[in-house]
């Protein structure tokens, strides 16, 4: 017990001793390393501390966002998804409602890029697809509408409402044929709640 107590004091006077017989270089590099220790050890709390603080911040801001979405109140989400998508850029489902309400704000070019940004970000995402090619048919776009909805299709086969719209594009571009193989492809899956006989005569008249 002795010998470790010794070994303890030893240990503990070993800086003192080191400044009172230590000359002014070594005596500053040993300062000097402790100040870059010491602000190695701020810093990392800091940094810790920040990205506790942009966390809180990135739900806060989605969770108050998607209040406002779902209560209907577009401009006051758009305010909020928007300071979450620059707050958390890889947040597709934030870039998703985001383009949602500048939708159903008639804000249609920015819905478009928040929608694309989301993809890029998640590319199975059938629906997003889905509304793009609504809004690009809104404009006249149909080409690249079709497209959309080719790819929604690819990613997700009972996707009854693409097949539908795609089934009525393809007829607008005098494809009848391949209007006819989305009609066929949505009565062979019988979807509850799709008026069939409706189809049925669509597909008379193409025929």
């Given at each position: 017990m002795n010998v470790q107590a010794t070994r303890i004091e030893k240990l503990l006077k070993t800086p003192l001793v080191f400044f009172q017989t230590a000359g002014h270089k070594k005596k500053f590099w040993?300062?000097?390393?402790?100040?870059?220790?010491?602000?190695i050890i701020i810093l990392g709390l800091g940094k810790k501390t920040r990205q506790t603080f942009l966390t809180k911040q990135k739900k806060k801001t989605f969770t108050e966002g998607m209040k406002y979405f779902q209560k209907g109140k577009f401009n006051k989400a758009i305010s909020d998804l928007k300071k979450t998508t620059e707050l958390d850029p890889k947040n597709a489902k934030a870039h998703l409602n985001l383009a949602q309400s500048y939708e159903a704000t008639n804000k249609l070019?920015?819905?478009?890029?928040?929608?694309?940004t989301s993809l890029k970000i998640n590319p199975n995402q059938p629906e997003i697809l889905y509304n793009l090619a609504i809004i690009y048919k809104s404009q006249g776009k149909i080409k690249e509408a079709i497209a959309g909805l080719e790819k929604a299709i690819k990613l997700r086969k009972d996707f009854v409402a693409a097949r539908l719209i795609l089934a009525e594009l393809y007829i607008q571009q005098g494809q009848k044929q391949k209007a006819v193989e989305q009609y066929q492809a949505v009565i062979k899956m019988e979807p509850f709640g799709t008026d069939l006989a409706e189809i049925e005569k669509r597909l008379e008249e193409l025929r």
């Open positions: 040993f300062i000097s390393i402790v100040i870059l220790f010491v602000i070019d920015k819905a478009i890029k928040s929608y694309q």
